[in-house]
């Protein structure tokens, strides 16, 4: 299980530093939501952060970040590593 973890690690921080997934990811419709979501609010907590001082814009966007991440670990029992 810890090599497994350490590949989808792998596979989400480089999906976060281009944008991309590097490959073809499979599972369920709600696995893929949860994937979907977590990059998402990460990159998007990350660009605020990046292009604001507005403390409510970045408290929204680290709220999201949370939320997308709590569901990530609900469904792939494991943290989201970003």
């Known amino acids: 299980m810890g ?3 350490r590949v989808f690690k792998t596979y989400i921080a480089e999906a976060l530093f281009n ?3 590097p490959c073809a990811f499979r599972g369920s419709l709600e696995q893929v939501e949860a994937l979907t979501e977590a ?4 990159r998007e907590f990350h660009n605020t952060l990046a292009s604001t001082e507005d403390l409510e814009k970045i408290h929204d966007a680290l709220k999201m970040k949370r939320a997308s991440a709590a569901k990530f670990k609900r469904i792939f029992a494991m943290e989201w590593p970003a």
Do not use: A
């Open 3 to 5: 090599n497994t973890n």
């Open 19 to 21: 944008g991309v997934l």
């Open 39 to 42: 990059l998402y609010h990460t």
